[in-house]
């Protein structure tokens, strides 16, 4: 069985939940390599509706295994809940769910700064998500975080919990906040380290003895390729490695094992929070949002929308290595007369082809469209791809031919059943 990677090829919020769940059923193992609770994925089965922040989206398929990887900011508070949420809805996590040792753990002085620094920052904040996952991953790079093996362990996290808390209450000080209550911090994150002990091991051994079994992975990707740290419109990205090649710092797993790479797409494109955005487009924010559809899953907070941007899936499909496209929310076009492509920017007399690294000159360009004729029909019914009509079709074409990849899946709709594999 292949090991595949599933990244966004967008600003996050591709629909990844959903193809996760699909790919899930051929998979033995599903790994989440990076990331944290600022993230979540939407899976409906049936017409029950999860919606999941840390524990991967194979959670839902009986029988497999999942993995939250070393890559993970983990918030234990937040883990143990949505544990907790999911066990009342009978779902299984005892036994199939596995958290990296290695993984650090994110803390409230984290979120607290997270918070401060939103404000300090006035009309130039980031929009985060304020969940201190950037926080937790400074204190990682700086090499002064916790990790999960110190959680639950009392004796060294009491010890190293007393002098981080000291320093950052420091900090919070100098901000104006509040500091916070060792007693307070240690009794909560004690009881949480309690309650995830059983799932903590070395997971970079788990996944080895597993490829040797023959078991296939598929690595779940949280946000999408331009908030990457490196390959993003930094500094208006998250913390973490989003890009493909996370999927293997994040688990353990070398790049000469991973067999193909997933990029997901929206129809169109959308992103949340600050940032430039370059087919950003009232008519299609408010047509989508008069739909109830873009709110993110986490925040709720609408979603800034746009049109297509093949020069961003395309620069995703080079940083990527992306074989297969997946293109969800299709049927959220399904009225329009007439859909726009954007298949070059250009500033002054300077046309790009790609994403300049410069996030200013990026917020200067302007989008070269190419028109689409609508379908002005539901798809929602459709299940196999001569099902679609005729001009859906040959915008799913286009779209994937700008890109570079070869059309694999298209999604209609939230349901399991209302995807089309090609």
């Known amino acids: 069985m292949a090991n595949i990677i599933l990244v966004g090829a ?147 996290f009491a010890r190293k919990l007393r002098i981080r808390l000291k320093e950052n209450n420091g900090v919070l000080k100098a901000f104006g906040a509040r500091p916070l209550s060792f007693a307070a911090v240690h009794d909560a994150y004690r009881k949480a380290g309690d309650a995830l002990r059983p799932h903590v091991t070395n997971t970079v051994v788990l996944l080895h003895q597993a490829m040797m079994r023959g078991a296939s992975l598929l690595f779940e990707g949280a946000q999408g390729t331009f908030l990457d740290i490196d390959h993003g419109t930094y500094p208006y990205v998250t913390s973490s490695n989003t890009t493909a090649g996370g999927a293997c710092t994040g688990s353990g797993v070398p790049p000469h094992r991973i067999d193909r790479v997933v990029g ?47 020069v961003a899936s395309r620069h995703a499909a080079m940083v990527n290595g992306i074989d297969d496209l997946a293109v969800t929310n299709v049927d959220g076009l399904d009225t329009l007369e007439m859909i726009r492509v954007c298949v070059a920017y250009r500033v002054a007399n300077q046309q790009f082809d790609y994403v300049p690294g410069d996030v200013d000159l990026l917020s200067q360009c302007e989008p070269v469209y190419v028109d689409f004729p609508g379908w002005r029909r539901p798809l929602d019914k459709a299940r196999r791809w001569r099902d679609l009509p005729g001009r859906a079709r040959a915008y799913l074409n286009a779209i994937a031919d700008l890109t570079g990849a070869r059309l694999s899946m298209v999604s209609v709709g939230p349901a399991r059943d209302q995807t089309i594999v090609r």
């Open 10 to 156: 967008q600003w996050g919020d591709e629909g990844k939940g959903k193809i996760i769940d699909v790919l899930t059923e051929q998979t033995d193992i599903v790994v989440r390599t990076q990331g944290g609770n600022n993230a979540g994925h939407t899976v409906f089965v049936g017409k029950r509706k999860f919606v999941l922040h840390l524990v991967p989206s194979g959670i839902l398929r009986p029988g497999k295994t999942c993995v939250i990887g070393n890559g993970v900011v983990v918030d234990p508070l937040g883990l143990v809940e949505e544990l907790r949420a999911l066990r009342r809805l009978k779902v299984k996590v005892d036994g199939n769910l596995f958290i990296s040792e290695t993984a650090h753990v994110v803390l409230p002085y984290h979120r607290e700064l997270d918070e401060q620094r939103e404000i300090l920052k006035g009309k130039h904040r980031l929009g985060t998500t304020k969940r201190g996952i950037g926080p937790a991953y400074g204190d990682k790079a700086a090499r002064t975080g916790l990790r999960m093996l110190d959680l639950v362990r009392p004796d060294a």
């Open 264 to 310: 997901v797409v929206k129809a169109y494109t959308t992103r949340v929070g600050e940032g430039p955005l370059p087919t950003e487009n009232a008519e299609i924010a408010d047509l989508l949002h008069g739909m109830g559809r873009e709110f993110g899953a986490t925040t709720g907070r609408p979603r800034r929308c746009g049109w297509f941007d093949a």
